[in-house]
């Protein structure tokens, strides 16, 4: 399958302004049950996590707008696990007694140690369950007790990013530690990342990159699920449920755009496999490569997607689009997409693949060959 890829680049070079803008904000059809759960096409997954950096191996999953809202936890929601950093103030609300104030860490049995306590239960509490916790247990060793709890570093809710984001290395595998504080709409998660690197220098290379695909969005979950997302249906369309939860354990693959080709055959100059940039069209690649021959048929051009057993054929008449400056009856490019030039009038589908298959057959038979 191939996702829907209308791309324009000027959401590229805004969306680190965008993203620091909202920094610090609080915390077909196919139908979707919920946005902070799967997806029903998606239950039952794998067992163990095999990702695929392949966008066109990951089910496509299109979310219409199941909500227009997602809820955004508050600090006290958070749900201390091992490895977070908290403080406790522990004072007297009449003064009466000094101010006690201490930073522990979760240790690995879930305990932290708090010196008027003692070892005190922490994991799996939220904050203000553990602040009346503490609250209760200093009631007969503090007149009039007030307990204040924060995390000052989160550490046990975390996702891994890689791929096209400022900050990681989409070349050598590794990817960007990011903690959560609970689950986290997507967009949300990048105005993360913009605040972890960014800091006070405004770094807007901590936003996703100018060559990133965010039409292909591979999301793995903790249990090898996974799915693809197409994030400009949200950033374009206002397409909330696209703006998908994310959740502690979670991979996320940000592809890099330039790693779309298309297959450009028949009448055109240099016939083979090109890479595909943001908002390509039909005609803009024919004249990648190489432009038309004189035998073409300029107003017969086929887009073909889908794949050859159930293909889709769209037809764009590239004399209308170049002559005539019809720009809106040309057609943008998918990934995978295969466009095909014919010498002569087409007979039926049949005979347009009859044509297509055998450089395509040929194509494949020498990548074989060089990959042996």
């Not at 996702?3 to 920094?23: A, D, E, M, N």
């Not at 709890?149 to 900050?167: A, P």
Request: with cysteine.
């Amino acid at each position: 399958m191939f996702s829907t890829t209308i791309r324009y680049i000027v959401i590229f070079s805004i969306v680190g302004l965008w993203l620091l803008s909202i920094t610090g904000c609080g915390s077909s059809r196919s139908t979707v049950r919920t946005v902070s759960g799967l997806p029903e096409e998606l239950s039952g997954g794998q067992t163990g996590i095999a990702l695929s950096l392949d966008p066109t191996e990951v089910p496509i999953i299109r979310l219409d707008h199941a909500s227009d809202t997602l809820s955004v936890r508050e600090p006290g929601d958070y749900v201390l696990g091992i490895g977070d950093v908290i403080k406790v103030h522990i004072f007297s609300r009449n003064l009466s007694e000094e101010t006690d104030e201490e930073e522990a860490t979760v240790r690995q049995d879930g305990k932290i140690y708090i010196r008027l306590l003692g070892e005190v239960q922490a994991a799996g509490l939220t904050i203000n369950l553990l602040q009346n916790k503490i609250l209760e247990a200093t009631l007969p060793l503090v007149k009039q007790p007030f307990v204040q709890v924060e995390v000052s570093e989160y550490n046990s809710q975390y996702v891994i990013v890689f791929g096209e984001v400022g900050g990681v290395s989409s070349g050598g595998g590794r990817g960007k530690r990011v903690p959560l504080m609970g689950p986290t709409p997507l967009m949300e998660l990048f105005s993360i990342i913009v605040r972890q690197n960014a800091g006070e220098s405004q770094d807007f290379s901590a936003s996703p990159s100018l060559v990133a695909d965010l039409s292909n969005l591979i999301v793995t979950r903790r249990n090898g699920d996974r799915f693809r997302v197409n994030l400009n249906t949200y950033l374009f369309g206002k397409n909330h449920a696209a703006n998908i939860e994310i959740r502690d354990g979670d991979f996320i693959f940000i592809p890099n755009i330039q790693d779309n080709r298309v297959f450009v055959l028949g009448e055109i100059n240099v016939q083979g496999l090109i890479p595909i940039g943001l908002g390509m069209t039909a005609t803009e690649a024919i004249a990648r490569a190489g432009g038309f021959t004189n035998l073409a048929r300029r107003n017969s051009v086929k887009v073909i997607r889908g794949g050859l057993e159930n293909p889709e054929v769209v037809n764009v008449s590239a004399r209308d689009v170049v002559r005539k400056g019809h720009r809106d009856k040309d057609v943008p490019l998918r990934n995978g997409d295969i466009v095909f030039v014919p010498r002569s009038p087409l007979g039926g589908l049949n005979v347009l693949l009859s044509q297509i298959l055998p450089p395509l057959q040929s194509y494949f038979l020498i990548q074989a060959l060089f990959q042996n």
